[in-house]
């Protein structure tokens, strides 16, 4: 009880610190005392531009897509009674990104501003009728599994279809650095836009840890301990989908948060669902955070993505994690 | 829990067909019955888990009441996270809870603890345990429910021989307080010696309910199980062990 507080302290500090590394970190060089005075009292224009429509939305968005990636992986985790689940299982990524590219492809993201990312929600939308026309109300963890990986192949061979028969090689580039994800040039506006369906998304989430801790024994006896597994599957795939497919569509592709943040911290909290929902929540937001920190940090110039930069440290750290288990095992 | 003309079928061939069953009070009753003969079918069936056609009363009550009504321990030690053990035995208080665990549901866990010999296990992980700890982990969780009625499928398979006395010593402990257990079980031996009342499944049917000595006469070992056995009334109890095979074609 108290241990699985203690982390959450720790990691609620860790968070609020890296907030404010990353309104503090950027190009523009700004001193530390005009930048949040600028920030909350709104004096000095440049500066205060700088820091509201620049750094402000990056970080806001960097803590929401953060906590979304950490959360919907231990929820899916939880649910599948599977470490290995990612939030991009159930193929709303995908799809989101099929919907991007959709929208970069044919200009519509060039003429508007938010037709990517509303073109993004709406990918997500389809996987989530996809998923319920082929898993069912009823299909069981296999069959929601199966129909993710069949969304995903789907949507990938689309978005491969689009770059392939793309006659622009400007929106070719254009897309492929955007699926590397990113939270740079991002403005107030994408976190309007993406912040209620990200913050609904959560919210839908935290509430099936009582659900999730019951499945650790398997789906008869969480179902005799009075858990309405319909019910929870509805409610994980509804917010995974509403959380994800946002946070697609303002950020991008942003790979083994979901997958690395759970499993780091699973046993820090002692393992139950319902204590690694939060935790992960603010462990995602911390990587994605430290993660916008560091790119800005290592390479100003190069606009080096945030999608690579968390696939680049998470990989190995992943393979270091299976090789300490494997010692364990042995 | 009532039971009326249980029907479940798998595709046109039925798994479980017209069983009529009532658990009393203070019953410790043992299903036995060949592999395949629908007993754990019936197990879920009745606890509503399973599509099924009949009767069940507890299939008819509302989720949250069904799960203050009856305990279920599946087949198996399926423990997907290393979680510590109090937590564990607390994911049985769950039915019970309307927000966070009260001082009554933290007695109920380490009551159900005591109860299976594990105070001193509470903060062990619960999956780095051997088979019979955890068994012993799952039956504390399923104790922490505190239901009228407990249904267990194959609970000691797999354990050794004081693991398994033990399990089956608290089973008939919850029958004599006044609460109705149902064990699934292949150990005839261990069903004989211990349940108030056995009733013997095959292809899906009751074809014996009664006391352990008449269920497990020659006849019904030998069109059931195609064996012979042994019994002895002894100080302990009747004493059962299934000694030979018999021709099929008797």
């Not at chain 1, 929106?171 to 990113?182: H, L």
């Not at chain 2, 937590?87 to 208080?93: E, F, K, S, T």
């Not at chain 2, 062990?241 to 099929?248: C, G, K, N, Y």
């Amino acid at each position: 009880m108290t241990r699985g507080r203690g982390i959450t302290l720790a990691l609620g500090g860790l968070v609020m610190g890296l907030f404010l590394a990353s309104l503090l970190i950027g190009p523009a060089g700004l001193g530390l005392r005009d930048s949040l005075r600028a920030l909350v009292t709104g004096q000095g224009e440049a500066v205060v531009l700088i820091m509201r429509e620049i750094r402000l939305p990056r970080a806001v968005l960097g803590l929401l897509v953060g906590a979304v990636l950490g959360l919907s992986g231990a929820a899916l985790q939880g649910f599948l009674r599977n470490p290995l689940a990612e939030p991009g299982l159930i193929g709303v990524s995908s799809t989101a990104a099929l919907g991007a590219v959709l929208a970069l492809q044919t200009g519509l993201a060039a003429a508007f501003a938010l037709a990517l990312p509303l073109a993004a929600l709406a990918g997500a939308g389809v996987s989530v009728l996809l998923i319920l026309a082929l898993a069912g109300p009823r299909g069981g963890a296999l069959a929601l599994i199966l129909a993710g990986i069949a969304i995903s192949a789907l949507a990938g061979a689309g978005t491969s279809l689009v770059l392939n028969l793309s006659a622009n090689p400007f929106a070719v580039t254009e897309i492929v650095y955007w699926m590397m994800g990113s939270l740079a040039d991002r403005s107030m506006l994408h976190v309007w836009l993406g912040a209620p369906f990200m913050l609904a998304g959560m919210a839908l989430l935290l509430t099936l840890g009582r659900g999730l801790d019951a499945l650790t024994l398997g789906e008869d006896a969480a179902q005799a301990m009075g858990v309405r597994l319909t019910r929870l599957r509805w409610v994980l795939i509804l917010g995974t989908a509403l959380a994800v497919g946002a946070s697609v569509a303002v950020a991008g592709a942003v790979g083994f948060v979901g997958l690395v943040v759970p499993h780091v911290l699973r046993p820090l909290v002692g393992a139950m669902p319902s204590r690694l929902l939060p935790a992960s929540a603010l462990g995602g937001a911390a990587m994605v955070l430290a993660a916008d920190v560091a790119v800005r940090l290592i390479a100003p110039e190069q606009d080096l993505k945030l999608g690579v930069l968390t696939a680049l440290v998470g990989a190995p750290f992943f393979l270091h994690l299976i090789w300490r288990m494997r010692k364990v095992e042995a | 829990m009532k039971l009326e003309n249980l029907t479940v079928r798998r595709g046109q061939c039925p798994v479980v067909d017209g069983v009529d069953l009532t658990v009393a009070k203070g019953e410790f009753i043992g299903l036995i019955g060949p592999n395949g003969a629908g007993k754990t079918t019936l197990l879920r069936a009745a606890l509503g888990l399973l599509p099924f056609e009949g009767q069940s009363s507890l299939a008819s009550l509302p989720v949250a009441a069904r799960a203050r009504a009856a305990a279920f321990l599946p087949q198996g030690r399926d423990i997907a996270w290393p979680v510590g053990v109090a937590d564990l035995v607390a994911l049985g208080r769950g039915p019970h809870l309307a927000g966070a665990m009260t001082g009554a549901d933290r007695a109920a866990v380490d009551h159900a603890l005591d109860r299976m010999g594990l105070a001193g296990f509470r903060a062990r992980q619960a999956t780095a345990l051997s088979g019979g700890e955890q068994a012993r982990v799952l039956i504390a969780r399923a104790l922490a429910q505190d239901t009228p009625l407990l249904l267990a499928d194959e609970p000691v398979a797999g354990l050794d021989p004081e693991a398994q006395l033990r399990c089956m010593q608290v089973f008939a402990d919850l029958a004599a307080e006044g609460r109705g257990v149902v064990v699934a079980i292949h150990d005839l031996g261990l069903a004989a010696r211990h349940c108030s009342r056995l009733v013997m499944l095959d292809k899906g049917r009751v074809v014996a309910d009664g006391p352990p000595r008449a269920v497990l006469g020659a006849e019904h070992l030998a069109q059931v199980f195609h064996v012979r056995g042994y019994h002895a009334e002894t100080p302990e109890g009747l004493v059962f062990q299934p000694i030979a095979l018999v021709d099929r074609r008797y």
